[in-house]
């Protein structure tokens, strides 16, 4: 939810923690934040509002020398969005600043104890209590790790943490658990980061680090500690492959709209080497060596839910096994019967998305195997399934996420494809026409994405005034209409709802009236006579209708938008860009602000 970064190096730290907070906005952006020691003090500086707003404080500053320092951007959980709230926060002497990310659940119970010893609290934050607490620590030991250690021990809840200290300046701990934390390594530099393009453009090479680790960094060193033993641990160093580029915008307007104009290379990506085009063969090594699931419980939320309702018509069409599909914080809190031959489908873009983490962790603990289906290497999801299968999106910047669902309906189709051919049940012709039609999918895609921007952006203007939507679709096509739902509340704050189209008719269709518009997915398939009956139902109310269909349909509503016919599901792969696109250009036209909505961020690391 929040993003943090601290750097320890050579160059002026200011404008590298400026430009990693940028990097990290889309986490959260109501409040930011950064401090350094320098010349025996801390210096603060923080303000409500986004980050351009403390950097405008920023520049009214002289020239700052320090070469290391905490930063912040923050996603409210206690206490309101405003400057007393932001981080970093400081201990009672200003010795200590400390930047959080997630909850400590007992942050009431500690402060009320602190304040009975003498403790003045400035902010409602339970942040401020951690900051605290380690200066207590401080009392009792000189050792950061020890009094730290000896925090934490009190500490209940998630954090991801980075400290400096007044006296030590270029010296950073930091420590998690739960929330996201990585390290970056450089030459004579490092950084502390809740994620990679914090500090990508300085370097590639990445230390994850796991739940109960503590890090003590400066300039040229680094050392992980157990914060239970404040034994040393030993850590390898990755190489990450992303490139920075594709971290920025590349000419486009917004992130949301450079990743819809991605799905090409997306789809690409994720497809190399996963098909065996001659024996005609989908390549999974991952699973391999785990059986074919007797049932699948797929867990996720919000867009990587969908993404699962789409697979399960996959998965029991050509793969024969049953699919039960989870929002992960219902999942988490559900009396489950699982039994020893089923599987559990975590789905995650970001791969630390609280909820999903939790359901990964209480169908382990009953002794399921778990896989992670996720975007980002090294995250948490990918580190505590059994298995993971990356899809291969790039990193998703936008807070609405397109390219990534995309990326998850590919690997979900192929794993439809594998656990079938295991099965022995995929029809053959099947498996040859997904493998032709996925291989002629990017270019017909790419040619085709200009065009859909050029019809969702007239119909912007047309629809752009409407107060509520519904968004219907029949079968493989309901969880789109749902996702086209959630993509156009999220960034256009319009009222939608994805529903069956045939539910209808028990109950939301007394909401039609001329002022209330219907999108519906009305492609050609085995489907389109009911979906047309149930537009004929929303037109004799009064309905405006926007039908995403295929040519040669016969459908009379007041705006078609035709797309071409592909074959089977692949259908989806045009459909997810159109919604995409039509919430995108309504956002735009009302003039909202895309990438990073209200009241939202990119990854929800708290419950
Ligand atoms: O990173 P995850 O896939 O676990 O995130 C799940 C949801 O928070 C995410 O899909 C959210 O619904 C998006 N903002 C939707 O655009």
Known sequence: MCGIIAYSGHRPSVPVIVEGLKRLEYRGYDSAGLAFALSGQIHLYRASGK????????????????TSGI??????????????NAHPHLDPTRKLALVHNGIIENFQKLREKLIKQGHEFQSETDTEVLVHLIARGLQKTSSFPEAISWALSQVEGSYAFALICKDHPGKIWAARQSSPLLLGVGTGENFVASDIPAFLQYTKEVVFLEDGELVEMDASSWQVYSIKTLKPVTKKVQHIAWDVQAAQKGGFKHFMLKEIFEQPRVIRDCLAGRLDRKDERVLLAELDDLPVPGRLHIVACGTSYHAGLWAKYLFEKWAHIPVEVEIASEFRYRHLILNPDELVLAISQSGETADTLAGIRLARGKGIKVVGLCNVVGSTVARESDRVIYTQAGPE?????????????????LLTLYWGQRQRVLPHDVLSRSIHGFSSLPDILE??????????????QEYARARSFFFLGRGINYPLAMEGALKLKEISYIHAEGYAAGEMKHGPIALIEPAFPTFAL???????????????????????????????????????WEIPLLWG?????MVLPALQLFAYEMAVYLGKDVDQPRNLAKSVTVE
């Not at 930063?71 to 007393?84: D, K, S, V």
């Open 51 to 66: 980050l351009e707003v403390l950097e405008e404080k920023l520049a009214s500053e002289t020239i700052i020398h320090a």
């Open 447 to 460: 040619t085709e994405l200009p065009r859909l921007r050029e019809k969702a952006a007239s119909l912007s």
């Open 71 to 84: 930063g912040h951007t923050r996603w409210a959980t206690h206490g309101l969005p405003n400057e007393q």
């Open 397 to 413: 910047i936008s807070v609405a996420s397109t390219k990534a669902m995309c990326s998850q309906l590919v690997l979900l189709y």
């Open 522 to 560: 009305a492609l050609n398939d085995e489907l389109l006579p009911k979906v047309k009956s149930n537009l004929k139902e929303v037109e004799a109310r009064g309905g405006k209708i926007i039908a995403l269909t295929h040519p040669r349909t016969d459908l009379k509503v007041t705006h078609p």
């Open 569 to 573: 599901p692949l259908n989806s792969f």
